[in-house]
């Protein structure tokens, strides 16, 4: 095999890492053997055979032919948890994870910062409640395995580990500043997806009460917050009404030491990068949003009104 094919085998290989796991350990998952044998075709010493080549391309689903064609200007780097099988829940906590990993890491670091352009609730507060949570992951792998999945949400359980998750990423973006840019109709996702289920014979009479009441619960919380500029635990908290409308919810991260962007994918997943330019397009993106948005917490008085009677408007179309 090519020293240049073997060359950007590895490149893969170190790409698609998980986080938390060494590319070698990663590769002796793969292709078991000593760890010396391993780190010297990671450093290229030794070209990977065609048949390693072979293992490694169907293990990570990369493509050989592609790898040929391959220039790496045009491609961005970007990694994303793996969603399939028959357990629901492992793809969604590996990207849970990732994301706690990634908060905690710049808790303390006083030049960290936090973007995220949204059009559906934030999940700061989303996932304090556990009907409303449940129900996002409901729906969204009812829509993605509805062969495997209960018929109704009542019988769908999620593991304490999961909401163990959910609770940690919570309580990490509450710790430093975030800014948000939101889409006027905030809950208008959530309202139209309760009525569609529902009328689908997916939830129950008392389900959908309980998703109002959480649902009403959580934007008397906004409101206070977006009145006082704070979240429940006096952390800053700046929001931006967008008068364009968001077409997905997209996150940019900084810190002294760290950069990422991610876009969010299939309801519960994210692409993730680190690659400076897609970075910078996400950071450019949001700042451009930014520009067509009205400050809405502590000031705009007549905009947050309005926000807020709008999104109990929608939540009154719950029947």
């Not at 009145?227 to 931006?240: E, I, Q, R, S, W």
Request: with cysteine; proline share 4%.
């Amino acid at each position: 095999m090519t020293d240049d094919l073997s060359r950007k085998l590895i490149h893969a290989i170190k790409e698609k890492t998980p986080c938390g796991m060494s590319p070698v350990n990663f590769f002796t998952e793969m292709l078991p053997m000593q760890k010396e044998a391993a780190y010297r075709r990671l450093r290229n010493e030794i070209p990977l055979t065609l048949s390693e080549a072979a293992q490694i391309s169907l293990k990570l689903n990369v493509s050989l032919d592609e790898l040929v064609k391959y220039k790496e200007e045009d491609t961005y780097k970007i990694n994303m948890a793996k969603i399939g099988g028959e357990d629901m829940f492992t793809g969604y906590g590996k990207t849970m994870q990732q994301i706690i990993d990634i908060l905690k890491t710049m808790q303390s670091d006083p030049a960290t910062i936090f973007y995220s352009a949204i059009n559906r609730h934030p999940y700061l507060l989303l996932f304090n409640y556990p009907t409303l949570s449940k129900f996002r992951l409901y729906i969204s792998n009812y829509q993605l395995r509805k062969e495997i999945m209960p018929k109704t949400m009542s019988d769908f359980v999620v593991p304490d580990y999961i909401r163990d998750l959910e609770k940690s990423y919570s309580s990490a973006e509450r710790t430093f500043p975030t800014h948000y840019i939101w889409t006027k109709n905030l809950f208008a996702s959530f309202t139209g997806k309760v009525q569609y289920f529902s009328e689908t014979g997916l939830l129950s009479k008392e389900e959908i009460n309980l998703l109002k009441d959480e649902a009403h619960d959580m934007l008397d919380t906004l409101e206070r917050s977006l009145a006082t500029g704070k979240l429940d635990n006096g952390t800053p908290f700046f929001v931006y009404l967008s008068t364009i409308n968001i077409d997905n919810n997209y996150i940019y991260v900084k810190s002294s030491n760290f950069e990422t962007c991610s876009i969010n994918v299939f309801e519960i997943n994210f692409f993730f990068s680190s690659d400076p330019e897609l970075c910078k397009n996400m950071k450019d993106w949001i700042q451009s949003l930014a520009k067509y948005s009205v400050l809405m917490s502590q000031a705009g008085v007549v905009e947050r009104t309005d926000f807020i009677n709008k999104q109990r408007d929608l939540l009154k179309t719950l029947k």
